[in-house]
């Protein structure tokens, strides 16, 4: 793999951006993965366990929560990304 050195001075030049980018990405990757177990276990609940709207109502409503933190951290992630000269 080559690294390109304009890229690794831009790096240097401008760590934070840099940095929030990836902080960013990872959290929206942990997001995700949380988004997949919460709606597996609503799948789960719903088609083995017959359980009805009430029932999981709750988690619908952090599945939507946790969907609006991940569009947010996906765009601060391409924001900071964008920063820089």
């Known amino acids: 793999m080559n690294l ?6 831009l790096v240097k030049q401008y760590p934070f951006p840099f940095i929030a980018s990836v902080v960013f990405g990872v959290l929206g990757g942990a997001l995700l993965i949380g988004q ?3 709606l597996s276990s609503v799948i789960s609940a719903v088609f083995l366990e017959n359980a009805e709207l ?6 619908l409503g952090l599945f939507g929560v946790i969907s609006v933190c991940r569009a947010v951290f996906s765009w601060a992630s391409q924001s900071e990304a964008n920063r820089g000269p």
């Open 4 to 9: 390109d050195r304009r890229l690794l001075l």
């Open 36 to 38: 997949a177990a919460l």
């Open 54 to 59: 009430s029932h999981i109502l709750g988690s």
